[in-house]
């Protein structure tokens, strides 16, 4: 075999094309691989300046490199994106070697990668939110015969290495080349910091790997992608599987797991399938039990009514379980079993006139279900609903003020009292207070626990109560755990309290109150269905 033929089989070997340039920079050789039909080197570059084939930022890097290459050196490899016309690209890696016996002339060495693309304009594409992404994958798995689609994960490497006066511009060209990776060109969405997710219509990263390295040709930059893929299968209830979705996207972001977020993710998802399998078996077998807590006339220490407190089996406390079922909009359906269970307990013998009150979930709002299966429930015994209170938590938010109001109004008008609960605590107390017409607000037991030792929580619970007083609306003390503080809250001016000093949640409600300890103070801990 001839030495030129072994020498050119060995470079063929390493590269797709080879290339020599003259000192000018313009190709005197070329032979190889074309990067696509029509652009055949040997006939379509030769005369041509090198730099010239390529896109504009990346003939300044090659220009620069190679009036810093001498005599005898190889040059490090050079992303880079080759014209091919219309506004298509395809990369290609580039290396140059100045040989001795040659100079002024260089060497030159291509390879090709990827398929052709278009190079769009930053930001051409809409922003897909998480809920754009949900609402996609949401039409995809209705696809029973469809194709399957799987989430991708996606943290970028070297995002942090862009200087600040580029990091915009690149981060749109990030974003835009993810979008055009996903399922339809528009279900790429960012998470957190340098992660992201796509929907994919199959297990291929390759298209993703090349999006992110075709940015790194145009910048110049060393980007790299880590890239991890879950397979959604379409599930029997398309709804339950979105809301777990969102829900293990969520813990993925808060709990800052984005370095296993396909492990993570696929985790919870699991995890997250099962318990609201578990949730909905419990309501349906009404598997939880009430226990009832008395909420004490402070003026004339006699019970007003009682809080049904729910207790869930093989659970310290609900409140986790019910911001679960909230997150996975389960939550309606359970508090109208509550309600169901204290309806019960109240038509049982000896139980009198005494009242109940049931927590509500926000999201219970969201919708008419809630108010006209309670209505329904009550049809056959109205005079419960003179006697059935309702607490509206805030562990969920109610983002239908209005549609709130009008679903209110109507309970109130049948004779439900509503209460806003845990009053004070969140951001949104005063709007809710400001939009929905109700007859009372429990005051959080933080500001009633700090009032003892706190000027500022006394002047905020005093002038609440001076408010409440001018809106014709009944005040609350929660966790009110000494005689030092119902003494201090009647003294505030508030009507009502609840905390262990009066008594704490019991199975059957104590129609007649427990004797006080001698000491007056008995400690107890917080009592909420969520």
């Known amino acids: 075999m001839a030495l030129n033929s072994r020498l050119l089989g060995l470079a063929f070997a390493s590269a797709d094309t080879l290339v020599e340039i003259d000192g000018e920079g313009r190709i005197v050789f070329a032979m190889g691989v ?11 570059w030769v005369g041509r300046p090198l730099a010239e084939l390529f896109e504009t930022r990346g003939r300044e890097r090659l220009t620069a490199m190679l009036a810093a290459l001498g005599t005898g050196e190889r040059s490090e490899s050079l992303e880079l994106l080759y014209v091919l016309g219309d506004g298509a690209f395809r990369r290609v890696r580039l290396r140059l070697f100045s040989l001795p016996q040659l100079a002024p002339h260089r060497s030159c060495a291509l390879t090709w990668h990827g398929a052709s693309f278009q190079l769009d304009a930053p930001g051409t594409s809409p922003v897909c939110t998480r809920d754009c992404l949900m609402r996609q994958a949401g039409s995809l798995l209705d696809q029973p015969d469809g194709p399957g689609v799987s989430l991708a994960f996606v943290d970028v490497e070297g995002l942090d290495r862009v200087d600040d006066a580029r990091r915009e511009n690149v981060s749109a060209q990030l974003y835009q080349a993810l979008q055009s990776a996903s399922v339809d060109g528009a279900s790429a969405t960012h998470l957190a910091g340098s992660a992201y997710a796509l929907l994919r219509a199959d297990n291929d990263m390759a298209s993703i790997e090349d999006a992110i390295h075709n ?5 110049g930059l060393p980007l790299s992608a880590d890239i991890r893929q879950v397979e959604l299968s379409p599930g029997v209830d398309r709804q339950a599987t979105l809301r777990a979705m ?14 296993d977020p396909d492990i993570t993710f696929k985790k919870t998802l699991d995890r997250t399938l099962v318990q609201m399998d578990s949730f909905r078996a419990m309501v349906k077998a009404r598997d939880f039990a009430l226990h009832y807590q008395p909420i004490i006339e402070l003026k004339t220490d006699t019970v007003h009514h009682f809080e049904a407190l729910a207790r869930i089996p093989g659970s310290t406390g609900p409140e986790s379980t019910i911001r679960l079922a909230e997150t996975l909009a389960l939550i309606d359906s359970f508090d109208l079993v509550v309600a169901e269970k204290a309806i019960q307990q109240m038509l049982r013998p000896g139980f009198g006139l005494t009242r109940v009150a049931v927590n509500v979930s926000a999201g219970s709002l969201a919708s008419d279900a809630y108010s006209e299966a309670l209505m329904r429930l009550t049809a056959n015994h109205p005079d419960m609903r003179k006697r059935l209170s309702l607490e509206i938590t805030e562990t969920a938010s109610i983002v239908d003020l209005d549609g709130a109001q009008r679903r209110l109004t109507r ?3 049948a004779g439900f009292r509503i209460y806003l609960d845990d009053f004070g605590v969140g951001a949104s107390s005063f709007d809710y207070l400001n939009h929905l017409t109700v007859d009372g607000v429990k005051i959080d037991g933080t500001f009633v626990m700090r009032a003892i030792e706190d000027d500022k929580s006394r002047t905020l619970i005093r002038h609440l109560v001076k408010m409440c007083a001018g809106l014709d609306l009944k005040t609350v003390a929660e966790r009110v755990e000494t005689g030092e503080v119902a003494e201090l809250m009647q003294h505030l001016g508030v009507q009502l309290g609840q905390g262990w000093f009066f008594g704490k949640p019991e199975p059957q409600p104590r129609l007649e109150r427990p004797a006080l300890p001698a000491t007056g103070r008995r400690r107890g801990a917080v009592e909420s269905w969520g």
């Open 246 to 259: 969102r829900h293990a996207l969520e813990v993925c972001i808060t709990s800052g797991a984005m370095d």
């Open 215 to 219: 940015l790194a040709a145009l910048e």
């Open 411 to 413: 309970m109130r008008e």
């Open 34 to 44: 074309a990067a696509a039909p029509d652009h055949a080197p040997e006939t379509t």
